[in-house]
């Protein structure tokens, strides 16, 4: 995966080392028939899920992964979180998403903190990257028509609430442990 190619450490929004910034709207729009599905299903367009976030009232700012592929960045209550597009061709007609957060400790938690979150938890998987910090997932496939948008809508808010859950879960404060981030490096 492409989450070790590009590490990204957030304070609030700072720029996203080797990442390009680019606002949404200056996007380009895909031209391939993925994007344009029947009735109101929900695709891997950036563009459209980014409209989505901040329907649900959060801010987002548009980046591109080292290999071209767009993800998108917000935040929840101080929390930042990404939301890489992945399963690209050329950088577009991405077919799956994935909900990523990355926590930065100074202490680090037991894998026994982590196991017992995989198992009580079902839509979010979590573990300890090679750095012992914790690390939080939530992958969607959005191939072959997408889903529904109440579908999409159902499934960010669940992310919303299982990363504050997470937060909660390792006892992870911004101030104690440092800042949180999304490390995507591969």
């Not at 080797?18 to 200056?26: H, K, L, M």
């Not at 993800?71 to 909900?99: E, H, V, W, Y």
């Amino acid at each position: 995966m492409l989450r070790n190619a590009l590490v990204l450490i957030l304070a609030g929004f700072p720029a996203i080392a080797s990442a390009q910034q680019v606002p949404v709207e200056n996007m380009a729009k895909p031209s391939s028939s993925w994007a344009r599905v029947a009735g109101r299903n929900i695709t891997a367009d950036p563009i459209v899920i980014a409209n989505i976030v901040r329907g649900e009232g959060y801010k987002v700012q548009a980046g591109k992964q080292q290999d071209g592929a767009p993800f998108l960045q917000s935040d929840m209550q101080g929390l930042p979180f990404t939301i890489f597009m992945n399963n690209c061709i050329a950088g577009k007609a991405c077919r799956t998403i994935q909900f990523y957060a990355g926590f930065s400790v100074s202490t680090p938690r037991s894998l026994e903190l982590i196991n017992r979150w995989n198992q009580t938890k079902r839509f979010a998987k979590a573990y300890i990257d090679d750095q012992d910090d914790p690390r939080l997932e939530m992958d969607l496939n959005l191939a072959d028509g997408g889903i529904a948008r109440d579908n999409f809508i159902a499934d960010f808010q669940l992310w919303v609430r299982l990363l504050a859950q997470f937060r909660d879960h390792i006892g992870w404060n911004s101030e104690s442990d440092g800042h949180s981030g999304s490390d995507n490096s591969d």
